[in-house]
């Protein structure tokens, strides 16, 4: 199987990080931070070491501001739904995930208000104005995708960042496609939280994500024990704990850690290269192909994370989907759960099958996949002109 399916999740998992897991489950599989012996102390030394690394690897401003979370949609709940009230306005992309936006349109029938910023491809200053006009007196956050998951389209997070600190507005980043890939700095990107994918881009287990806040939350979403305090039946104030109620995944943040020492080896710049050189070879192929559609420019660095959508004339995209998996490859077809990215480039109605290599997508598959894609596309020119 040719997997490109790894804007969902990667795969494989690099050996360290499997062999990171079956070694927490070995020496780990004691609740850390809850007991004094010292199988629980030896797990919270893993689950510190993996919190000081992620804090390291996003300049964040300290280890007890990373929060660990199911996934990147859990993170992206926690700011929108412990931030916004009644009365408050938020500002956010028109290529928002629906992490993002269904909980936006929960919040809407709650009082809370707010708007879209059109992304302009491959023109980060007229984007940037875009969010610029959408912010109005009450604006408290702007929230966007730094990557999008179905164009790759890279917005200007840094320009952003800088504007809503200057305003003093909170500034949230959904960084689903782009940690582990794209440069992230919190401190100098003026992101107030950050959430992330741990899963995707740094190749930790699934049910691995992030949530790593630079400001406060005042509410929460879950409350529980936390190991701290427990004669309080208050929520602790203090992070992490504030926001980790209940046992945490030790062995899957212990393969987290394994992953960002993977992504550190290889180095972020050098994997984001590797692959989006392998997606602009597919882009020029398939552009030749009269039967497919591209609906993005040529990718190229700074402007797209290597993602790629398209679709073939006179088949559906899970049509699509399913000749490429027949041939042995791995594509995923339809809306992405990203309605509002397709909107934006006029695929609501059909949506799209999309392509995204791994560090370790090799060139000699992407030709396979070329070749697959030329019988379809000489197929559907056939049937054309029949």
Known sequence: MIYLDNAATTSPKPPAVREAVAVALRQY??????????????????????????????????????????????????????????????????????????????????????????????????????????????????????????????????????????????????????????????????????CVAAHKGLYAPMGTGLLICAADLPDTLIEG????????LLQPDELPERLESGTINTPGIVGLRAGIDFVEKKGPARIYAHELRLITRLYDAMEEMSSI????????????APVLSFNVSGLSSPETAALLDKAGVAARAGLHCAPAAHKRIGTLDQGTVRFCPSVFTRPEEISRVLEVLRQIDRKQRNARNY
Do not use: W
């Open 29 to 194: 599989s004691a609740n850390p931070g809850r007991s004094g012996h010292q199988m629980s102390l030896s797990a919270a030394e893993a689950v510190y070491g993996c919190r000081k690394k992620a804090a390291d690897f996003f300049h964040a401003p300290s280890e007890e501001r990373v929060v660990f979370t199911l996934n990147c949609t859990e993170a992206v709940n926690f700011v929108l739904k412990g931030l916004l009230h009644t009365g408050d306005h938020a500002v956010t992309s028109s290529l928002e995930h629906n992490a993002v936006m269904r909980p936006l349109e929960k919040l809407a029938r709650q009082g809370v208000a707010y708007d879209v910023a059109e992304v302009i491809f491959e023109d980060p200053e007229a984007t940037l104005r875009s969010f610029i006009r959408a912010v109005k007196p009450n604006t408290k956050l702007v929230i966007c995708t730094h990557a999008s998951n179905v164009t790759g389209a890279i917005l200007p997070i840094a320009d952003i960042g800088r504007f809503c600190r200057e305003r003093g507005i909170l500034f949230a980043v959904d960084a689903a496609q782009s940690a582990g890939i794209l440069p992230i700095d919190m401190q100098e990107m003026c992101i107030d939280f950050l």
């Open 293 to 304: 559609r591209l609906y993005t420019g040529r990718p190229c660095q700074g402007l797209y």
């Open 225 to 232: 024990g936390t190991g701290t305090n427990s004669i309080s």
